[in-house]
């Protein structure tokens, strides 16, 4: 299964809403995970399930979509939100695919 | 707290041989499935291996098919990948992760802080 995220990039101002979305080849259900990653750090879970936001992750993030599309909206970004954000399909069991990355700069 | 830790990365030639570590702490790590992703400089993220609890399912990458080796210890609380027959193209941050279920859906979390690999003569 493919997984395609878009944009690739994005310059975006703090206080701006954000939308990133990713797109599966073939239905995966609500199978699709969101992870963010700070340069020279681990990625780190933020949505399970398609929209499950994870403990200790600000509501201003929130995920939504089922079967081929999903988006990942972070609403009022905060300076600390600037990262690259990935999806990941977890349809395939223990075959996992991610997005290529939406990088969000300043 | 649950966490991951990596070693065992470093500089190794190509054709070369390298094993890799991930010690858990803070959960029951015979409980979970392990997974091992890697991240090449400047690129995305790229599902390795994984292995479930009693190492008796084990699924590889069509790129490290028949060159690397998932294993794991649950007394040690240890995850191992074994590489050989290195390419420049396996190098990458190798890091580890948890296999969760939320909900009912499976996602990887934590991970550990990654170690690199570089493959270069």
């Known amino acids: 299964i493919q997984m395609t995220q878009s944009p690739s990039s994005l310059s975006v101002f703090v206080g701006d809403r954000v939308t990133i979305t990713c797109r599966a080849s073939?239905?995966?259900?609500?199978?699709l995970n969101w992870y963010q990653q700070k340069a020279g750090e681990a990625p780190k879970l933020l949505i399970s399930g398609a929209s499950s936001l994870q403990s200790g992750v600000p509501p201003r993030f929130s995920g939504s979509g089922s079967g081929t599309d999903f988006t990942l909206t972070i609403n009022s970004l905060q300076p600390e939100d600037f990262a690259t954000y990935y999806c990941?399909?977890?349809?395939?069991?223990?075959?996992?695919?991610f997005g290529q990355g939406t990088k969000v700069e300043i | 707290e649950v966490q991951l830790v990596e070693s065992g990365g470093g500089l190794v030639p190509p054709g070369g041989s390298l094993r890799l570590s991930c010690v858990g702490s803070?959960?029951?790590?015979?409980?979970?499935?392990m997974n091992w992703v890697r991240q090449a400089p400047g690129k995305g993220l790229e599902w390795v291996s994984y292995i479930n609890i009693s190492s008796s399912t084990i699924y590889y990458a069509d790129s490290v098919k028949g060159r690397f080796t998932i294993s794991r210890d649950n007394a040690k609380n240890s995850l191992y990948l074994q590489m050989n027959s290195l390419r420049a193209e396996d190098t990458a941050v190798y890091y580890c992760?948890?296999?969760?279920?939320?909900?009912?859906?499976?996602?990887?979390?934590?991970w550990g802080q990654g170690t690199l690999v570089t493959v270069s003569s």
């Open positions: 073939q239905s995966i259900s609500r199978y």
């Open positions: 992760a948890r296999e969760v279920y939320y909900g009912g859906k499976n996602c990887l979390d934590p």
């Open positions: 803070g959960f029951i790590f015979s409980r979970h499935s």
């Open positions: 990941q399909q977890s349809f395939t069991f223990a075959r996992y695919t």
